[in-house]
């Protein structure tokens, strides 16, 4: 049992790598887009990703805090640190990515709440916001530690 929950959590965890790294791409490669509607095209291809990368991270979840319970390790050191790498890399990814991206995607097109960005505005913010760095380094920080909290299982 233990085994096959660990596979589902791998399992899901490749479903989130791959769907994820669409976003990951698609942050770095519009920033210097001039054609408003390929930047439309890449935050739509994100937004369709960052669906799939939710059923990854369900079963990554499951997987992992099921194969830690069949165990009994679900209050290790080890597991609870890792529950926290995880909020934290969740919490800053909705406060930094879906915080900018979604407020970006109204701007395109213009809504009532928020005004049509024109071109110059769009290319302004496009090209000096530094979230995508911020993204990359806590999120590809955030799954080094899990990683080595995952294979070392520091204190067990
Ligand atoms: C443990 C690692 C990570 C987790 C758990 C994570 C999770 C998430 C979540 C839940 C969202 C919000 C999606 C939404 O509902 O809109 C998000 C957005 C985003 N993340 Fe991550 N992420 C991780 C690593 C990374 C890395 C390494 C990058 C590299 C740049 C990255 C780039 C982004 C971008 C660009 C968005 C916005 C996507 C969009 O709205 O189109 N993430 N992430």
């Not at 439309?40 to 997987?63: E, P």
């Not at 679900?74 to 640190?81: D, E, F, H, N, R």
């Not at 995607?105 to 979230?131: N, V």
């Amino acid at each position: 049992m233990y085994q096959w929950l660990v596979v589902l959590h791998l399992l899901g965890l490749i479903v989130f790598v791959m769907c994820h790294g669409v976003s990951m791409f698609v942050a770095f490669r519009i920033r210097r887009e001039p054609n408003r509607a390929l930047v439309a095209a890449f935050l739509g291809l994100s937004n369709r990703a960052t669906q799939a990368m939710y059923l990854g991270l369900i079963l990554l979840i499951v997987g992992g805090l099921g194969a830690a319970w069949n165990v009994g390790w679900l209050t290790a050191p080890w597991v609870i640190a890792s529950y926290v790498v995880l909020i934290v890399a969740l919490v800053v990814m909705w406060a930094v990515g879906a915080g900018y991206y979604y407020p970006l995607r109204e701007g395109l097109e213009g809504s009532e709440k928020t005004p049509r960005l024109d071109d110059a505005a769009l290319a302004h913010t496009l090209s000096t916001s530094r979230r995508p760095e911020v993204l990359g380094v806590v999120g590809f920080a955030a799954l080094v530690i899990l990683v080595w909290l995952m294979v070392l299982k520091p204190g067990a």
